[in-house]
């Protein structure tokens, strides 16, 4: 009678479609927190280049910033990295006006940094931007994304770097200074 059960069991297959969930649940699960993941992380990246170059283009559009202006750019880009988190502790903008000496060298004229540190943008990197009497703006935006797993995956740090050429006058002036 033994055998007779154990042939009748392995011939039932009421059950198996609960198994079979039951296994690949996990999988399916994984590839749908990866996708919203990776969905989040290319958002996060193509928002942190956008305002980086916003902070660019505005500072590029003044005469003359005062340092509540400077705010008040930072407060854009906060606005275009919407809805993502963007504090002081996730993000960093760092906007250095570079002039260029007679041997058309970068020498900084000014330096504005709001937030978390952004990494510091080498004047090197400037050259050939401009010629002597000139100034380019260069913005420095470091993000920290924050995964919605974030008990998994870990943060990522992303770090812009945009420039800009002032519009209106050759140097910005920063509180009235130019450098």
């Known amino acids: 009678m033994t055998r007779r059960r154990l042939r009748s069991l392995a011939r039932d297959k009421g059950g198996l479609a609960a198994l079979e969930f039951a296994l690949i649940l996990p999988l399916m699960l994984t590839a749908m927190l990866g996708t919203v993941e990776i969905s989040n992380l290319v958002s996060s990246y193509s928002k942190a280049v956008s305002a980086s170059q916003t902070v660019a283009d505005l500072t590029s559009q003044s005469s ?16 275009v ?12 903008i ?3 006006s570079v002039g260029y000496d007679s041997t058309n060298k970068p020498v900084k004229l000014w330096q504005f940094s709001w937030g978390k540190s952004a990494p510091s943008i080498p004047l090197t990197g400037a050259q050939g931007l401009g010629v002597a009497g000139e100034s380019v703006i260069l913005v420095s935006l470091s993000y920290t994304c924050i995964p919605l797993i974030h008990q998994i995956v870990p943060e990522i740090t992303f770090n812009e770097v945009s420039y800009s050429r002032p519009r209106l006058v050759r140097k910005i002036a920063l509180n009235g200074v130019t450098g």
């Open 81 to 92: 990295l919407d809805p993502l988190a963007s504090d002081a502790t996730n993000l960093g």
């Open 64 to 79: 003359s910033l005062t340092t509540s202006q400077m705010n008040s750019i930072v407060v854009a880009a906060q606005r």
């Open 94 to 96: 760092d906007i250095v």
